[in-house]
């Protein structure tokens, strides 16, 4: 995890120390020698930590931090190694991070205590257990092994996108009561990427051919599971999707160009020129070998659509070009 404990100190540290010392260079209409009596620098280094702790509410067992801090200033060998502390750390970190999104949760859906969040998702997911195993039983819906349901309300033929692909759909998504959360407005589709949406709709749009119309059924893990989303998606929210797939959207072809300043290498022409070359506006597509007398064939072309915008030149890359 990026967040371990010692990571917070030491930035916390470094920030409070950097503010107090630009505060000080404001405030200095005395000269003092306190800041370098060590005993009472330690002394508010020891407290600037311990109130960035209380701050965090990180629970730290005071006795063991303390024990712990002397034996690593002294440079004693601690009772965890290496791995084992950053494995713990690194848990602990993670630990605090989750209840820091699911404070912030509870903030947005208006719930004072973890205790009524934590029922509130308890509620949700049995909930949803209960409607997807009574749902499943339904002619017409169809059960996978992830425990996604969905069922056909009109079949097409069309092709099937592929995880690297982009698609339009057109949807409306709603709770278990109706209540609808999101849904496209009138005839005009939304643009995704099948991995960049839930895990409902990714496993769900790799079976679904182009002009189908699916009713989707979505478990909370497959959708934004025990932290929710904004409201009213709440922890462990199943989803109800009615979505058209509409098209997959062409992946444009990748055309070599090179922008004014860049310099053509072997690695990104497939060839091997004696001399890299600068490129000059417009971009230009550069073709090798070269042709008698040193010279290379340079095409101008629209870096948005790779299309040729001008003639094929043979342009001699020892020679500049003469500026107009």
Known sequence: MKLLLHSFIGL???????????????????????????????????????SNMKTAELGIEVEQFIEGFKAAVAGKKINYSDEDKQR?????????????????????????????????????????????????????????????QYQILKAADGAIPKATDRIKARYKGTLLDGTVFDETKGTTPRQFSVRGVIKGWTEALQIMPVGSKWKLFIPSDLAYGDLGRRPPIGPNSTLIFEMELVEIT?????????????????????????????????????????????KIKVTPVDPKTGKATGETKLIDPKKKESKK
Not at 36 to 45: E, P, Q, R
């Open 12 to 50: 916390a540290l470094i920030f409070n120390l950097s503010a107090q010392a630009d505060k000080a260079k404001a405030e200095s209409t005395k000269e003092t020698n306190e800041h370098k009596d060590m005993k009472i620098v330690s002394y508010l280094i020891g407290a600037d930590i311990g």
């Open 250 to 294: 062409p992946t444009p072809s990748r055309v070599p160009t090179v922008r004014p300043g860049t310099k053509v290498s072997p690695s990104s022409t497939g060839a091997k020129p004696r001399k890299p070359i600068t490129a000059t506006t417009p971009p230009v597509a550069v073709e090798f070998p070269k042709e008698k007398g040193g």
């Open 88 to 148: 713990i750390l690194g848990a602990f970190s993670a630990e605090r991070q989750a209840i820091s999104r699911k404070k912030s949760q509870m903030q947005a859906f208006g719930l004072e205590t973890l205790e009524a969040w934590d029922k509130l998702a308890a509620k949700n997911k049995a909930d949803g257990a209960k409607f997807l195993a009574e749902n499943g039983k339904k002619q017409g819906v169809k059960t996978l092994p992830s425990g996604l």
